[in-house]
């Protein structure tokens, strides 16, 4: 093997040698018949510094710097507009290579080879799973098979004999080629069968998200639910309120009833001692009248006795005196009607006066009648609204042991669910970055692939004739895209009273992409 290390990479020559030996393949600088092709070489950089002095440029320089496509392509370009009497020296010079046994076009291809040689660098191997794809290998391996066949063909041997080595060189190369584009299709079929295998399996997340979303949608029930429980609560509340100031009015207007019952019960004892004090003073007067009528009679017994008894007859021729009987009757008269007069004057003051107190009893007896009925009816409303405030409290407080119930359990709930969010997030960005390095790994296979192909491409033009080597610019290079991850929580509380009585968050990822 010419150029080629015992573990198949390629040799790698220290930088003075190559700088030096740039025009050469490898194998040209092993062994003692290589001498002319040395002095060849010199012959060579000596001419093309010749050119550069001409040409204002110092190509040797650039020979000597690394450069062997540069400097091929230097040498190619002074020997195309150098001027006649170069040409002619070129001439001598290429003739004098011709005698020393390497022909020219070899010569072409030989720097065209050891320039791709020098363009090919050594990339480290890509492993998967214990199998590796080397590049540098196979295009080092190609390359030294060949610049030792140009050597062969440059040390003396027929150009039939090195072109028939040269083609099955190539056609082992193209088995290398086509075993490595085997291997490379096998080892394409191997990651994707890894990563079908390493797919998420069991994190399919849209049953969750249904799963979410029906529970979101039982969560806003429940909130409609116990805000309608809660306005609920508060008209129960206000109507307790309203009760409660009817309630006041109501026994407001029970203790003014109570006042005019007692004021009245107070008229009413005034009146039956006002009666009874009548009573008293017309039995009085009933017995003075009695007494007075007694004596009258005893009186008027009395004068008619004393006049039976006294029957004298008088004569005297004096006045006649007043008559008293008849003074006497008109007494009786006038007493009689004085006395009558106070009695009916007594009897209907005192009728008056009985049936007003009567009538103001009555009225009172009625109003108290009304308001105890009143005070009875309310007594009874009272109670009823008192038992149903007493059931509106108790349902208030069942409610409101219930809602706090029902929060926990949805703050739990809504916990747990945000938990599992949190875990199915860090196990989504972690199946992105998994795609992401396979996706980067592909790539790399990929461009891999492709630069083997264009070297093959190239190694095949160069074996068909070609006399410059196109370089092969590089792939645009893609400008890192910047992903930014917002992670916006929208907490939402319903306080009522001052009291937090509904919870809830939503957590939303906004990705913002910066080239």
Known sequence: MNGILPTGRPEVKPASHITTNALCPPSIHRGDSQAPVGGLQATLVSLIRQIGRFRGSSPAKRVQQGSPVKAGAAATVALTVQTKQDKVRLTKELSHKEHNGLHPVSAQLHDSGRSLRSKSPVSPLSTVNGLSLSRSLSVGNGLNLLGSSLSYNGLGTSEKETMQGLNDRLANYLDKVRSLERSNAELEVRIKQLMLEKSPKGHDIEGMMAQAHAIGQEVRKKTLENARIMLEIDNARLAADDFRVKWETEATLCQSVERDCQALRRAKSDHDQLIASLRGDLDSLKEELYFLKKNHDEEMIALKARLATEQVSVEVDAAQGPDLGAIMAELRVQYEGIARKNKEDAETWYLKKLDAVQSE??????????????????????????????NLRKQVSVLEGNLGETGHKYSVEMDRLQATLTQLEDELSHLRLDMQRNKTDYEQLLRIKQNLEMEIATYRRLLEGEEMVKETPPPPKKDPEVRTRKIVKVVTQTVINGKVVDESSEVEQIEEKKK
Not at 374 to 380: G, I, P, Q
């Open 361 to 390: 009893v009555k009225e009172s007896n009625e109003a108290l009648r009304c308001a105890q009925s009143e005070l009875s009816e309310r007594r009874r409303f009272l109670q009823a609204l008192e038992v149903e405030l007493d």
